[in-house]
């Protein structure tokens, strides 16, 4: 029996070279300092990265 193959909606690879990509053209003449700032900059408004260093910040008030 041959197996159906249904066509993706969504390509998690494609989006992740997709953003690859976009973060290569903004940085790609930085220097080390500017594209440190430019990464600071974009985890500020991420919200996982947000609550990762919420976890760590109530972590560390237990020891």
């Known amino acids: 029996m041959k197996?159906?193959?249904?066509?993706?909606?969504?390509?998690?690879?494609?989006?992740?070279?997709?953003?690859q990509a976009k973060i290569y053209a903004e940085t790609k003449d930085m220097d080390f300092k500017n594209r440190r700032a430019y990464i600071d900059k974009h985890l500020q408004s991420d919200a996982f990265w947000q609550r990762i260093n919420g976890l760590k910040r109530a972590n560390s008030l237990l020891y």
């Not at 197996?3 to 953003?19: G, L, P, S």
């Open 3 to 19: 197996a159906i193959r249904k066509e993706k909606e969504f390509d998690c690879v494609k989006m992740k070279n997709d953003i």
